[in-house]
């Protein structure tokens, strides 16, 4: 691998829900629509799949392979990057989840630190990710860096002492905290063509300016128009519209954590929003409370003009 001849992951990239059956099933049927709706009314053109937003966690490992085919192969001529996210408690099932990533055509792969037996140290850490990477050593490799969910609180910066030499497939990080700080420190400190994806959408403003390439993201799967103006207009040197969007967003968020916002919440804003039809959440997340997501999704229109 060359890595200068690589392409970086940027943009927006939308971390995808699983669409389930009344059944609570895996449904694939809904996978061609969703990236359809993606691309034609999002402008999003790259997907993170079986995330945390992906409710990975609460899916078995034959389902994730099932995702990530379903997802790889619909992606084909419509996509431009799909990364799939292979972490697991277990080692092994971590393996075979990045084997079978590449075997399906993945163009990366990411994995968060387990947290049931914590890695107490980077170096643990570091450990266990080179085990995951070297079951795909043909495949960009990211570490999925969520401290909040995982309770793992290693600095994302230690991490990447001396990882490329243990790592030849690394590539950077996503990087879904808000300490700003230990980002920094982790672009400031690496080689340009690794690329950082920022996964905190209320704060994608603070992240893009610390120098992140892209962002990855639950709300880029509905409102990610609004966020390709923002970063757009921060290219441009527009600040002020890019905050101004920012700061919409960060309305909009702020009503929605008020009410309870999580993946069951969020799941239900995807369905009103974009009219597909991805079910509920499974277990142990419920489903969202009956007009929780109505609410939001008022607050967003009045908000929010359609792209
Ligand atoms: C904790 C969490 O779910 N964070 C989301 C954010 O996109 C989050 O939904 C958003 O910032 C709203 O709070 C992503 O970072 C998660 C993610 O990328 C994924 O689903 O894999």
Redesign the pocket.
Known sequence: MDPSAEKKLTGL?A??FTPFTAQGEVNLEEIGPYIDYLTEKQGVNGI?V?????E?MSLSVAERKLLAEEWCQKAKGKLDQVIV?VGCLSLKEAKELAAHAAQVGADAI?A?APFFFKPRTAGALRSFLQEVASAAPTLPFFY?H?P??TGVTVPARDLLEGIQELIPSFRGV?F?GTDLMDFGQCISSSPPHWSFLY??????LAGLVMGADGA?????NYAGCHFNQLMSALKDGHVDQARKIQFKMQQV?SY??KLG?D?GV?KQLMNELSGLNLGAPRLPVTPCPPDAAGLIVKKYHQIFTDC
Do not use: C, W
């Open positions: 990239i971390a995808t993170f079986n995330g945390t937003t992906g990975s996210h990411a968060m999925y969520i909040a969910v996503k879904s996964g905190v959408d209320e704060q994608l990855v993201g639950s709300t880029y968020l929605a954590m916002f993946v969020n």
